[in-house]
């Protein structure tokens, strides 16, 4: 057996093995490492190695189990010992996944595991307890074949739901004619092991004797998929209505915000509110109002009494184009650190998780989106899923320990979310989704606009007053009808009604009753119904008989003659003052700029309050508004080929440095800095070669080996005495000087 550790392994492994460990354990490039000694290190500790194990499969867990039984991680064993019930073929190329990841490494003959995959791989590997020596020479097979059934059963349990039990009647090990419980019994038999006073546990050796071999499964299962046609017209129909409901969501909270509650989130009866209006279900609302959050469209004012409000944002997504408006929206929910599917569910405690709410939190939640659109994305275009829950079988079996206990329904919830998004239909992954994926929100936005149906310029204006679009209109189009129709039905064709209430709404927007007729009759393709017609005339002949304005402030006085001086001063034209009365002025202007403007013209006038009681309107001191809090999104990336082949060239040469015997010796510090240039520059002169130590801008400390060449600029050139590369090293980051010894 090997008796090579860790990092002599790593130190023999090529520059793309190397590579290859740190794509798959990005974690263990930052800081860079110094030398391979540093990787090893960081790859054996417990964190690291539980994350890795979070990424292997089923088969590759059973094998790594099987390592830790064995007791790999004390001791390098023989590839033939491990027992899995697998093809050995199978099994190397499992071991050959291990070492890749650098949690297992030697040759065929003596594999090891770092000692933190025991606690990565769980205390019980395959789920049996330890071995106990006082069954080292019994027959343990017979011995539990001969127990009665009470006492086997007492086995069965712990061989089925793991190895510790917890019992009263390990108090104490009696012999076996004092013993009266099963448990009792099988403590003198030495069957089970005793660990304290209130916990049992079960032999490796009686589990193996009493519960079945596990079948392991080997390969991936395969969900069954079927091929569409439509896959990229139907996700377009559904983004299409996606973004009518984000519409309504805006426009709904620009004129009636939603509060937020004082535990932070939206309430049920808003949400339900909501719901009701957009005619869809309270799940579909969570995710509506989640991604308009994430897209930054809304966000909570943070005022004395905070509400959901549309930002300044939402006013440029509303002209965007309607394929811009979905890759921004797209975008947001596959970045989005949250679970919109938990909205609106209790937790352990019975407490409600509300929408928008820090109880949705799950910084994982991308990287399991993504896993979930990834696995779709290897299929053939057009090829979909049809169950989902062999989908959800499938990522568990890649990722068993992935996911938490909601890890099934993340991989539905994520389905029916992208589903609802336009990303997917059919179970399949559509063009515009793959780009996303890909090429990012420009490229996807493209894709889409390509498989949006092309806007129409015209409706159909029927006789019962409904208007039917038969597809998309064009925005504008768009705009002027929604402003004098309500939507009454959506979908691959929108159908809206004219009412007298939005006949209204059209004519208090500015319209006339003329711009309304010849809205319908430019665009409508069917003749106007001459219902429309005297209904327009109707509302706009009683519209606006009586009037309202607003006005910010007023002036009163019972001296009409002082109301009429203070009007034809030149000051009232400044302040917009009108008169609606003999002894009453109005102005759209603030009451105390008006008052500051005609003390300054020589009047001596006061302010009241709705009383009518002397109020000082003076200000008390300064205000600022507070400030938004913006979404960040931060996205962790592998190293690129570059920065890894920097990163392995600085262990290389970490490790050189490491190696080098080394003889008079320079501390760099304020007091010395002359003895280290003195000694640099001898060894310029004899051509000697140095180790230098440094600290780079972050604080790491690294090594070099280097033949220097001059010092100018302050900064060392040197060139590397292996590789030949040439090396320049900052002065002031040197943190000491040695002359490496010559080789005899």
């Not at 079960?202 to 998929?225: C, D, F, H, M, W």
């Not at 579909?284 to 989640?290: F, M, P, R, T, Y």
Request: charged share 25%; aromatic share 2%; proline share 7%.
């Amino acid at each position: 057996m090997s008796g090579t550790t860790l990092t002599d392994w790593l130190r023999a492994r090529d520059d793309e093995a190397l590579g290859a460990v740190l794509r798959a354990r990005p974690d263990l490039a930052t800081p860079r490492p110094a030398n391979t000694g540093v990787l090893a290190a960081r790859a054996a500790t417990r964190a690291s190695v539980a994350r890795v194990a979070e990424g292997l499969d089923t088969f590759t867990l059973a094998v790594l189990d099987a390592l830790l039984a064995a007791g790999a991680d004390r001791a390098p064993v023989p590839l033939t010992a491990l027992d899995v019930g697998a093809p050995a073929q199978r099994v190397k190329a499992a071991v050959g996944q291990l070492r890749r990841l650098a949690i297992a490494w030697g040759e065929d003959g003596g594999i090891a595991l770092v000692p933190a995959a025991r606690e990565a791989g769980g205390l019980f590997p395959t789920g049996l307890g330890r071995p106990s020596p006082a069954l080292d020479d019994v027959d343990v097979p017979a011995a539990v074949a001969a127990l009665p059934e009470d006492e086997r059963d007492v086995l069965e349990r712990l061989a089925s739901n793991g190895p510790i039990g917890n019992t009263r009647d390990a108090a104490a090990v009696l012999p076996l004619e004092q013993a009266r419980t099963p448990v009792q019994r099988l403590l003198a038999r030495h069957l089970l092991t005793r660990v304290d006073a209130t916990t049992v546990e079960l032999p490796r050796q009686v589990g193996v004797a009493v519960r079945p071999a596990a079948v392991v499964v080997v390969e991936e299962p395969k969900p069954k998929t079927k091929a569409h046609k439509a896959v990229d017209s139907t996700a377009a129909g559904a983004a299409l209505e996606f973004l009518r409901h984000t519409q309504t969501v805006l426009r709904m909270w620009s004129q009636d915000p939603a509060p937020v509650l004082k535990s932070g989130g939206l309430g049920v009866r808003d949400l339900r509110k909501l719901t009701k209006a957009l005619d869809v279900s309270e799940r579909h609302g969570v995710l509506l109002v989640e991604v308009a959050v994430a897209a930054s469209l809304v966000v909570d004012n943070e005022a004395a009494t905070p509400e959901y409000v549309p930002t300044t944002h939402a006013d440029t997504w509303l002209v965007a184009s309607p394929a811009n408006q979905w890759a921004a929206v797209a975008a947001a929910w596959l970045d989005l650190p949250r679970l919109p599917g938990i909205g609106g569910l209790r937790d352990a405690k019975e407490r409600l998780l509300a929408p928008l709410s820090e109880d949705l939190r799950r910084p994982v939640a991308p990287l399991e989106r993504a896993r979930v659109l990834h696995t779709l994305a290897d299929l053939k275009p057009g090829t979909g899923i049809v169950d989902p829950d062999e989908l959800a079988a499938l990522l568990a079996w890649r990722a068993p320990r992935r996911g938490g206990r909601l890890r099934d329904e993340i991989v539905r919830w994520t389905l029916e979310e992208a589903t609802s998004l336009g990303l997917v239909a059919h179970g399949a992954l559509t063009g515009a989704g793959r780009t996303l994926l890909e090429e990012g929100t420009a490229a996807a936005a493209k894709r889409m606009a390509e498989a949006m149906p092309e806007p129409i310029d015209h409706v159909l204006v029927q006789a019962d007053l409904t208007v039917v679009a038969p597809g998309p209109l064009e925005p504008h189009l768009a705009a002027q009808i929604n402003q004098v129709a309500d939507v009454e039905s959506a979908g691959s064709a929108t159908v809206y009604r004219v009412g007298e209430s939005s006949l209204r709404r059209a004519l208090d927007a500015g319209q006339t009753a003329g711009d309304l007729h010849e809205l319908f009759r430019a665009h409508s393709k069917t003749p106007v119904p001459q219902s429309l017609t005297y209904m327009i005339d109707d509302v706009a002949r009683r519209h606006g008989r009586l009037r309202g304005g607003a006005t910010a402030s007023f002036l009163r006085c019972d001296d009409p003659a002082l109301i009429a001086e203070v009007a034809a001063s030149p000051a009232a034209a400044a302040l917009r003052l009108r008169k609606i009365a003999p002894t009453v002025l109005v102005s759209p202007v603030p009451l105390l700029e008006i008052l500051d403007e005609l003390r300054a013209a020589g009047f001596t006038p006061a302010a009241e309050d709705s009383a009518g009681q002397v109020v000082d309107l003076r200000p008390t001191g300064r205000r600022v508004q507070a400030a938004v809090r913006a979404v960040r999104r931060v996205a962790t990336k592998a190293p690129d080929d570059d920065q890894l082949s920097d990163i392995i060239a600085g262990m290389r040469a970490g490790d050189r440095a490491a190696d080098s015997k080394r003889g008079r010796s320079i501390a760099a510090s304020s007091t010395n800095t002359a003895d280290t240039l003195a000694l640099l520059h001898q060894a310029i002169h004899a051509n000697q070669t140095v180790w230098v130590g440094m600290v780079d801008a972050n604080g790491v400390a690294s090594e070099r080996v280097l033949v220097p060449n001059r010092i100018g600029g302050g900064v060392l050139e040197g060139t590397d005495p292996d590789t030949q590369s040439p090396t320049r090293v900052p002065l002031h980051r040197i943190t000491r000087a040695d002359l490496v010894e010559q080789s005899a």
